[in-house]
């Protein structure tokens, strides 16, 4: 897929069917993710694959909101980091979620990010960490911090591509904060609020 295509058509995915992830389609994804780039190269991210359907239905419960839907998912790719080797493991987590996202889309397979940094299973005193749940399932040693779960699978329902007139082209500034509208002009596709 041409890239410009492909940043349109990369569309969260929670609805799947029950085709299980093709191997050579897995390996491509992986290979976005293990290529992504680190702060000062220290490649502090690791990925765990899980395929197990039990494993799965159970990550999907690892925290109150937000997971449910990954039950039905081939595949959650668990996007750890070891967090004592380097300060920008989150920046560098998130770069490879996004990479991989990029590889599934580009791949016609659905994806969808979900967000374990921060997140809770259950309230007040009773809460505990999304982190703490996964690690308790899939053994990660404490110097990992754990960052997102990348769902992945085939979907019968692929969301239709963004439109960049769905964005908003005056988030974008050019030479000083609300600099740039003169190049509007020059976009037909730009979208002025
Ligand atoms: C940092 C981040 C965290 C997200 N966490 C979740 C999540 O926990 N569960 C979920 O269903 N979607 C999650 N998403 C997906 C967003 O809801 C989605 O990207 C957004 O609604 C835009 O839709 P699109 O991806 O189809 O463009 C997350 C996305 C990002 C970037």
Excluded at 143 to 166: H, I, K, N, Q
């Amino acid at each position: 897929m041409d890239f410009q295509e492909l940043v349109r058509a990369r569309r969260s995915v929670r609805k799947f069917n029950d085709e299980k992830l093709r191997e050579e389609d897995l390996e491509k994804i992986l290979a976005a993710g293990r290529l992504a780039p680190s702060g000062k190269n220290l490649r502090p991210v690791e990925l765990i694959v899980v395929e197990d359907k039990d494993t799965v239905a159970k990550l999907a419960k690892a925290k109150s909101a937000g997971a449910a839907f990954m039950a039905g998912a081939a595949c959650a790719v668990v996007v750890i980091a070891d967090s004592e080797r380097s300060d920008t493991w989150i920046e560098d987590a998130a770069v490879a979620v996004t990479a991989m996202q990029f590889a599934a889309a580009d791949l016609n397979v659905g994806s969808c990010w979900v967000q374990c940094r921060g997140r809770y299973l259950g309230e007040g005193d009773e809460a505990v960490s999304a982190e703490d749940n996964v690690r308790a399932l899939l053994r990660f040693p404490e110097r990992f911090s754990l960052l997102a779960m990348v769902a992945l699978g085939y979907t019968d329902a692929m969301p239709r591509p963004r439109g960049l007139d769905e964005t908003d082209a005056g988030k974008v500034h050019f030479e000083c904060y609300g600099g740039g509208k003169a190049r509007a002009a020059l976009d037909p596709e730009r979208k002025r609020v």
